[in-house]
């Protein structure tokens, strides 16, 4: 198997960079923000009983934790989550293009819980927001005054007909999402395609998903990985775009699609993976006029996503508007307050809101959400809002990248102007990806960032 030759972030000889690198972002008002804590200071911590339970030890619910338990002194804080290792997702496509190892995305879920912060290690079975109270698998009931809920979202493989996660990186089928494990096999199942060429399939399902640059960015990465073993002219890239456009941003949409055209992917529009046939090699995509089928030498499986079942089967979904048909949380956009139970806040992928299922979303919405949560107890309501704000740093080829950051309304953000630019491939934005996003996530998580 080929190796991606680029420079290691991990090579000592690169840490003088990396601290130019991030002392130049410090530099600057905003970066200094995003690197720096975000927690506001205050003069002592707020002492109060109050019961707070967290559903879900991902990247939402352990910056929760870590945050009131700074901003909290004598809360009972309660994180309930089974899941013993904690995966850093924004790197599963690092792992899946050959750039990070697989254990780069592993790490320990307990060594985020902050001092004083109970976890419980168990799968909750019911949330009833009419009692105030969670059950756990073995059937504890944990009362609470309030509640978060991070549980992420589910992968729906058996959505597809025909798929089977047991397969991942065989036969030409890969799959990001999965696990770190299968971000590996499904690596290596590029890496076969890219030294022998054939047919290439990309794409994503219909409805919400977690960061939705995903598909778009390993279909470049899958280009650049063919032109440097030369054989991009022995393949041929289709992306199957579920809409007519192919990202929700129309700035971004356009500059995507003259970026495919450069490099000769073809789009096929309004294409939903509906079965595969991973013997044959053959994907079935539904569209507007019935189905499709399509021959694949290598397809990258992205997933249906929707809520979890104990979400699905609470009374904390929408009813109705386009969010409920997959269990979403119905949450006020701008605060991440649940619009039916006041003392239920929903973060993260879970949440009901028309951006907002990426790590760097998370990392804006916490502060939001505690604030709204500490004024209920000190009885000083806040005024702050969520404004959508979601980040895509979309690689475009190996050693470069375009930081996409936009928020509600579709307006481009820009958090280093002057430096980056939005809409340009860059090598700063592919360093940012690679070595400065993990660190602030990672300080995220401890409520530093």
Not at 100 to 110: D, E, H, M
Request: aromatic share 8%; net charge positive.
């Amino acid at each position: 198997m080929s190796k991606v030759r680029l420079p290691d972030p991990q090579d000592p000889r690169m840490e003088p960079m990396r601290r130019r690198f991030l002392a130049s972002l410090g530099a600057m008002p905003l970066a200094a923000a995003a690197l720096s804590a975000s927690v506001p200071a205050r003069a002592e911590a707020l002492k109060t009983q109050a019961r707070i339970v967290i559903v879900g030890g991902g990247a939402a619910g352990l910056a929760c934790a870590s945050q009131l338990a700074a901003r909290l002194q004598g809360a009972s804080i309660t994180v309930v989550d089974a899941r013993q290792e904690h995966y850093y997702q924004p790197g599963f496509t690092l792992v899946a293009s050959g750039i990070k190892p697989q254990n780069y995305v592993v790490s320990s879920t307990g060594s985020y819980i902050p001092k004083g912060v109970t976890w419980v290690t168990e799968a909750v079975a019911e949330i009833d927001p009419e009692g105030n109270k969670v059950v756990t698998a073995s059937g504890k009931t944990l009362p609470y005054d309030f509640l978060i809920v991070a549980t992420g979202l589910e992968l729906h493989y058996a959505g597809i007909e025909g798929m089977d996660t047991g397969r991942i990186g065989q036969n030409g089928m890969g799959s990001i999402y999965h696990s770190p494990q299968a971000a590996s096999a499904t690596w290596q199942a590029l890496s076969t395609f890219a030294d022998k060429g054939g047919v290439g399939v990309f794409g994503r399902p219909a409805g919400e998903m977690k960061c939705a640059g995903a598909p778009l960015k390993y279909t470049f990465i899958t280009d650049d990985h063919l032109r440097r073993r030369k054989n991009r002219g022995k393949a041929e890239l289709l992306y199957m775009a579920h809409s007519k456009v192919l990202f929700g941003v129309p700035i971004v949409a356009e500059k995507v699609r003259m970026l495919f055209l450069d490099r000769g992917v073809k789009v096929n529009h309004e294409h939903v993976l509906q079965a595969i046939d991973l013997g044959k090699r053959i994907a079935t995509y539904k569209t507007p006029t019935g189905t499709a089928e399509q021959a694949y030498d290598f397809i990258n499986v992205v997933p249906p996503m929707r809520a979890p079942e104990v979400v699905r089967n609470s009374p904390l979904p929408w009813t109705e508007g386009p969010f409920a048909v997959d269990g979403w949380m119905e949450v006020d956009r701008d605060t991440l307050r649940h619009k039916r139970y006041p003392k239920v806040f929903g973060l993260g992928d879970i949440a009901g809101v028309p951006k907002g299922k990426t790590a760097a979303s998370v990392k804006w919405q916490v502060p939001v959400a505690l604030d709204h949560l500490i004024g209920d107890i000190s009885g000083q309501p806040s005024k702050e809002i969520f404004n959508g704000y979601t980040s895509c740093p979309l690689i475009t080829r190996l050693g470069q990248a375009m930081l996409i950051e936009f928020d509600y309304k579709d307006n481009l953000i820009m958090s280093f102007p002057g430096v980056i630019a939005p809409l340009e491939e860059l090598w700063i934005s592919w360093v940012m990806k690679t070595m400065a996003l993990k660190p602030t996530y990672i300080a995220m998580l401890r409520g530093r960032a």
